[in-house]
């Protein structure tokens, strides 16, 4: 993969989406592309901050471990998404772990060439500011979405996020693919897996009431957008 090649990926959503494209290119051409196996740690809590990471491929799980309990599965990371920026900016060790579900890629961006963008160009920290304002708004959403009374509704806002299109639309890609089990489902949604189970069947194409979810083995393949509405 080339980093023009790169570029487009994580151009296509998420941080790299919303900045001027000749920030977002040389940031990407700073970046040195890693490749993550199944269960392996990219990000570790307590490590020393290195910089930011952006994943290409595959699909990641964030984890934390807050007042001595844990670790807890948050939120999971797909193509597009990117970490670090809270450590970069405060100067603090690693606030949550990040591993590899299923064998990914990721660019690495090294503190020390940031800071030679932010001398050149003071605007790299309005920036990097602003993807931390994008995981406070996500944070912010997941906690609304608990909220959700509805079983039914509570699932499908937690499909919607997990595709990256909760709260926009992706013209792009208008059934985007996510990677999770039931059990993940569960725990991200505080509902049983018995639970979880029944209504994914509500939501399968063979449903005479939704068509918008497809299952492949345990996993959660895709989702349509259409279900925005539901």
């Given at each position: 993969?080339?980093?023009n090649?790169?570029?487009?990926?994580?151009?296509?959503?998420?941080?790299?989406?919303?900045?001027?494209?000749?920030?977002?290119?040389?940031?990407?051409?700073?970046?040195?592309?890693?490749?993550?196996?199944?269960?392996?740690?990219?990000?570790?809590?307590?490590?020393?901050?290195?910089?930011?990471?952006?994943?290409?491929?595959?699909?990641?799980?964030?984890?934390?471990?807050?007042?001595?309990?844990?670790?807890?599965?948050?939120?999971?990371?797909?193509?597009?998404?990117?970490?670090?920026e809270?450590?970069?900016?405060?100067?603090?060790?690693?606030?949550?772990?990040?591993?590899?579900?299923?064998?990914?890629?990721?660019i690495?961006?090294?503190?020390?060439?940031?800071?030679?963008?932010?001398?050149?160009?003071?605007?790299?920290?309005?920036?990097?500011?602003?993807?931390?304002?994008?995981?406070?708004?996500?944070?912010?959403?997941?906690?609304?979405?608990?909220?959700?009374?509805?079983?039914?509704?509570?699932?499908?806002?937690?499909?919607?996020?997990?595709?990256?299109?909760?709260?926009?639309?992706?013209?792009?890609?208008?059934?985007?693919?996510?990677?999770?089990?039931?059990?993940?489902?569960?725990?991200?949604?505080?509902?049983?897996?018995?639970?979880?189970?029944?209504?994914?069947?509500?939501?399968?194409?063979?449903?005479?009431?939704?068509?918008?979810?497809r299952?492949q083995?345990?996993?959660?393949?895709?989702?349509?957008?259409?279900?925005?509405?539901?």
């Open positions: 993969m080339t980093k090649d790169r570029f487009v990926v994580l151009r296509r959503q998420g941080w790299l989406s919303g900045v001027p494209d000749e920030f977002g290119r040389e940031l990407v051409s700073r970046g040195t592309l890693r490749k993550a196996g199944t269960g392996e740690y990219v990000h570790r809590a307590g490590n020393p901050q290195d910089g930011l990471r952006g994943i290409v491929s595959g699909a990641f799980a964030i984890e934390m471990a807050p007042f001595e309990r844990g670790p807890n599965l948050l939120h999971l990371f797909r193509p597009g998404d990117w970490m670090g809270i450590e970069l900016i405060k100067g603090l060790p690693n606030v949550v772990s990040v591993k590899a579900t299923r064998p990914g890629a990721y690495h961006i090294a503190t020390s060439d940031i800071e030679e963008l932010a001398l050149a160009n003071p605007e790299t920290w309005r920036w990097i500011g602003s993807l931390a304002a994008d995981h406070l708004m996500t944070a912010m959403g997941i906690m609304d979405d608990l909220t959700i009374r509805d079983p039914s509704r509570r699932i499908a806002a937690l499909l919607l996020r997990l595709a990256g299109v909760r709260s926009i639309d992706n013209s792009d890609d208008l059934e985007p693919e996510i990677e999770a089990t039931q059990f993940e489902l569960s725990h991200l949604t505080t509902l049983s897996r018995a639970t979880i189970a029944g209504h994914l069947d509500q939501f399968e194409p063979t449903s005479p009431k939704w068509h918008a979810v299952r083995g345990r996993l959660i393949r895709r989702v349509d957008q259409a279900f925005c509405g539901h």
